[in-house]
């Protein structure tokens, strides 16, 4: 960074000196012949670009803990409002958008056929229009509640949970009830209604089709099996206002740890408790704790790792956590630019893959998981025969380290796509640049003895994430050492 900066101002200080020769070439006839004038301006403006570029690139706002996928995959990334009129010639507008939920329908899949594994059923819910909106194919849309009436018609819904079987639960909270549809394929089927709700604000649903609603205003989360009311959870410790929920359960196909466990918002959207499925408190996050009294916190989504994605319409933007609710990074900025948001609310991961749609005031948006790579530093030990790298992953990811030389010439490959969980890490190189087992380094155990070669050196790690992006993206940091005798 501190060379970045001195080209910055060598720029700048360059630039000045131009400046004032190109105005002096221009006001100063007889000295300045045209070709003298004409170079000037060019150099002048070759300096402005540059110190331009520099600029960008040094206030460039790129997270990559979420990437957006090819455009060849999907050509459109943010969906707006607009593309919605223009796509339904003006018949249909958002307004208040809320859950969203993501879904490969059995009825879709087609055995012989993989390279149509990642087309999604996707459901938004249109909260001011009353409606959900969902694709029947690829780039066909449809959409419940235009035309329902009596008890099939919607009021103020919220959160929406999908089975890859094709049952649909919605969260519809102006009627005090959690709504069941059925999705054959091509068509949302309105089944029937689990009443004696208040004001529910979501719902989610578990591999095995157990139903868990966040009933806001009686405190409680509720369990139902089959359409009927199983239990209330007994939380150890009392909700206040849950609302946002998600679940992951161990029988999931698509799950690294095969974790079990709720994941509820509450404390009027302050708080994120990880309960266990039969209410124990396993972990607390407190936004007001935690410097952030402007949070409101929304929806929730699991990924394939077990990290917990929470929605921040009042920061704009989305908290993410591990398995354990440890606190891994906040993705996002207020705006409508690229990974920017407007009060995103929905959010739904279709963990094979790695695809996450986000709905946010303004638009819908689509990424692939990605990572990325903060705090990289590498520094000899005082055993002299020992490298320590560290940095901080918000991915699981591929982790690749390179030895290259003042030359930029690679020495040495001293890791290759070794799989690496998201959160702090670190690694230990011995002289010859081989990885070296931490637990080697306890005190009854002999370091190795080989000396770090003196000499400068630059340490490139690269990450790669291990959903869909991995051939499409990868994240590289560097840092210099110097060793001596």
């Known amino acids: 960074m501190a060379k970045h900066l001195d080209s910055i101002v060598s720029a700048r200080t360059a630039l000045q000196r131009v400046s004032r020769l190109a105005h002096h070439t221009v006001h100063n006839k007889s000295m300045a012949p045209l070709k003298g004038t004409v170079r000037a301006k060019i150099l002048a403006g070759f300096l402005i670009t540059f110190l331009f570029s520099a600029e960008l690139f040094a206030q460039k706002y790129d997270p990559s803990t979420l990437v957006f ?97 094709g049952e649909v639960y919605l969260a519809d909270t102006g009627n005090n009830r959690v709504v069941h549809f059925f999705n054959p394929g091509r068509e949302l089927k309105y089944v029937r209604a689990l009443t004696g709700l208040n004001a529910p604000r979501d719902v989610a649903m578990g591999a095995d089709r157990t139903v868990y609603v966040a009933d806001t205003g009686n405190h409680r989360v509720l369990v139902y099996r089959e359409d009927q009311l199983e239990r209330a959870l007994p939380a150890s410790a009392p909700l206040q206002n849950p609302s946002g929920i998600a679940v992951t359960q161990g029988s999931e196909a698509w799950s690294y740890f095969h974790d079990s466990f709720l994941v509820v918002i509450d404390q009027d959207a302050k708080r994120v408790q990880k309960l266990s499925l039969d209410g124990e408190v396993l972990a607390t996050w407190s936004a007001l704790e935690h410097g952030k009294p402007n949070a409101k916190l929304a929806y929730i989504a699991i990924d394939y790792y077990s990290n917990i994605y929470v929605t921040d319409l009042g920061n704009h933007g989305i908290h993410k956590f591990d398995r354990n609710l440890t606190y891994l990074t906040f993705y996002g900025r207020r705006g409508n630019g690229e990974k920017e948001f407007q009060e995103p609310r929905g959010i739904a991961i279709y963990k094979r893959f790695g695809q996450v749609l986000i709905a946010d005031k303004e638009s819908a948006q689509y990424y692939w998981v990605g990572t990325d790579v903060t705090n990289f530093t590498a520094a000899p030990q005082d055993n002299p025969a020992l490298l320590r790298l560290d940095y901080f992953l918000t991915e699981a990811s591929y982790v690749k380290v390179e030895i290259l030389d003042e030359r930029n010439q690679l020495l040495a ?51 790669q994430p291990t959903y869909s992006s991995f051939n499409h993206f990868e994240k590289r940091v560097e840092t210099g050492v110097s060793f001596r005798d």
Do not use: C
């Not at 637990?439 to 990450?463: D, E, Q």
């Open 69 to 165: 996928p090819p455009i060849l995959h999907i050509w459109v990334q943010k969906a707006t409002s607009t593309h919605l009129r223009l796509y339904t010639k003006g018949q249909v507008k958002v307004k208040d958008p809320q859950g969203v939920a993501a879904i490969r329908l059995d009825s879709w899949e087609d055995a012989k056929r993989t390279e149509d594994d990642d087309e999604l059923t996707v459901y938004g819910v249109n909260a001011g229009y009353n409606m959900i909106i969902y694709n029947t194919a690829k780039t066909t849309l449809s959409f419940y509640g235009i035309n329902e009436s009596g008890e099939k018609r919607l009021k103020q819904p919220h959160g929406i949970s999908a089975h890859r079987s």
């Open 413 to 463: 490959t001293a890791m290759e796509k070794i799989l690496r969980m998201p959160g702090p890490r670190q690694e230990w190189l011995d002289g010859n640049w081989r990885p070296v087992d931490a637990a080697l380094l306890g005190a009854n155990n002999a370091a190795p003895s080989v000396p770090l070669k003196p000499g400068t050196y630059r340490i490139r790690l690269t990450a």
